[in-house]
């Protein structure tokens, strides 16, 4: 079956860099749209970075993060660079059918993920 793995979490000072990963198994990203959401305690899931005809990233993120991908690898990156502890969370990487949701000058948002991995632990101490 399909899968989702993230990795590349981690703790990290205010300031410092990690890159995520999503790789997926059993499958190939083809001509889906993938987006990279993030969920912080109390808090609802939110969209951080997309991309499949386009990219696109959330206001907050914009200029530090930057999303990427190996299809030989079936990886899917998030360099976060310049991180700062409200980027704090859970990241999750999901996978958009064309029909269901696509990343064209927008976001994806959570009801168009058909499929999602486990998530990665982001933590950035002050």
């Known amino acids: 079956e399909v899968q989702l793995v993230e990795s590349g979490g981690g703790l990290v000072q205010a300031g410092g860099s990690l890159r995520l990963s999503c790789a997926a198994s059993?499958?190939?990203?083809?001509?889906?749209?993938i987006g990279w959401f993030r969920q912080a305690p109390g808090k609802k899931r939110e969209g951080v970075s997309c991309?499949?005809?386009?990219?696109y990233y959330t206001d907050s993120v914009k200029g530090r993060f930057t999303i990427s991908s190996d299809n030989a690898k079936n990886t899917v990156y998030l360099q976060m660079n310049s991180l700062k502890p409200e980027d704090t969370a859970v990241y999750y990487c999901?996978?958009?059918?064309?029909?269901?949701?696509?990343?064209?000058?927008?976001?994806?948002?959570?009801?168009?993920?058909?499929?999602w991995g486990r998530g990665t632990q982001v933590t950035v101490s002050s």
């Open positions: 991309m499949g005809s386009s990219t």
């Open positions: 059993g499958d190939t990203f083809d001509d889906y749209a």
């Open positions: 999901g996978i958009a059918t064309p029909k269901r949701g696509r990343c064209i000058g927008k976001m994806l948002i959570p009801l168009e993920i058909g499929l």
